[in-house]
């Protein structure tokens, strides 16, 4: 039997493949904001469906869930980042990650005295991604 959450798992799996393509709009906080509400909705739905299988599903998550609230603030993935880039979006639509994108056009030339001008090639583009709020430890 596969469990709902593991489906909403797979999705964020999706998203996150997304993201990491480089971005070619503004769409990524929309991705961003909907891979960080699915991460987070995971518990919600082993809570709120995957215990409903059977008694001794409800007993393991449940127990799990006592676990991990228990050892708080630890791990920090759950409760830094999970929850915290969750309420910074869904509380105050504040955005932890940033993208700085360096455009590298190629140089213009002009030759004063025949007045002939022309460019040469760009340098690639490149994406540099952040998170400027909250912290993630390694």
């Known amino acids: 039997m596969t469990l709902k959450a593991h489906e909403v798992l797979c999705d964020c799996k999706r998203?996150?493949?997304?993201?990491?393509k480089e971005p070619q709009s503004d769409l990524w906080r929309l991705r961003w904001a909907g891979l960080v509400a699915l991460l987070r909705a995971v518990g919600h739905v082993l809570k709120e469906v995957d215990?409903?299988?059977?008694?001794?599903?409800?007993?393991?998550?449940?127990?799990?869930?006592?676990?991990?609230?228990s050892r708080k603030p630890e791990p920090e993935i759950l409760w830094e980042f999970?929850?915290?880039?969750?309420?910074?979006?869904l509380k105050t639509y504040a955005f932890g990650p940033r993208i700085n994108i360096t455009v590298r056009p190629g140089p213009f030339w002009v030759n004063l005295v025949t007045g002939e001008s022309g460019n040469l090639p760009s340098g690639p583009t490149t994406f540099e991604h952040f998170m400027l709020l909250g912290k993630i430890s390694c």
């Open 15 to 20: 998203l996150l493949d997304d993201l990491n």
């Open 51 to 69: 215990a409903e299988v059977s008694p001794e599903a409800e007993g393991v998550i449940n127990s799990a869930w006592e676990e991990l609230k």
């Open 82 to 89: 999970i929850e915290g880039e969750r309420n910074n979006i």
